[in-house]
């Protein structure tokens, strides 16, 4: 049974993203699986991305993401900034990203926004 709101799983699937959605307990969340990363910037060319969303979603906004495997930029040989901390989800270890979401406009945004604000996180990382 889908959790995922209609007009989430419509994007997802106009972007031809494969994902999973997942529940533990009283977690939700999506993973999108073998989600693109920037061009030699990380050890891989893909991660699965998890998105883990809040019970008032898609009113209250998708906070942090998660990767896995755990990315290591390429030039450094180091992870990124903020993202040291590890949670147990879907049987995995994921790599946390500590990027908050301050500018969620509830009616309006959606999982959309979210993957926008991962790719551009992706590609900022230092």
Same mark, same amino acid.
């Given at each position: 049974m889908s959790f995922l709101?209609? +007009?989430d799983r419509r994007y997802l699937a106009d972007?031809? =993203?494969s994902f999973h959605? =997942? =529940?533990e307990? &009283? +977690?939700k969340g999506v993973v999108l699986? &073998? *989600?693109l990363l920037p061009a030699g910037k990380y050890q891989t060319a893909s991660a699965d991305i998890l998105i883990m969303l809040p019970p008032a979603y898609p009113d209250a906004p998708p906070d942090m993401f998660?990767? *896995?495997p755990h990315l290591q930029l390429v030039a450094s040989h180091r992870q990124p900034n903020c993202t040291n901390v590890r949670i147990n989800f879907d049987r995995k270890s994921w790599q946390r990203w500590s990027r908050h979401n301050d500018q969620w406009r509830p009616g309006v945004d959606g999982l959309w926004t979210m993957v926008k604000r991962i790719e551009q996180a992706l590609e900022v990382a230092a």
């Open positions: 709101p209609s +007009k972007r031809d =993203v959605e =997942v =529940v307990g &009283n +977690k699986e &073998n *989600f998660y990767a *896995f």
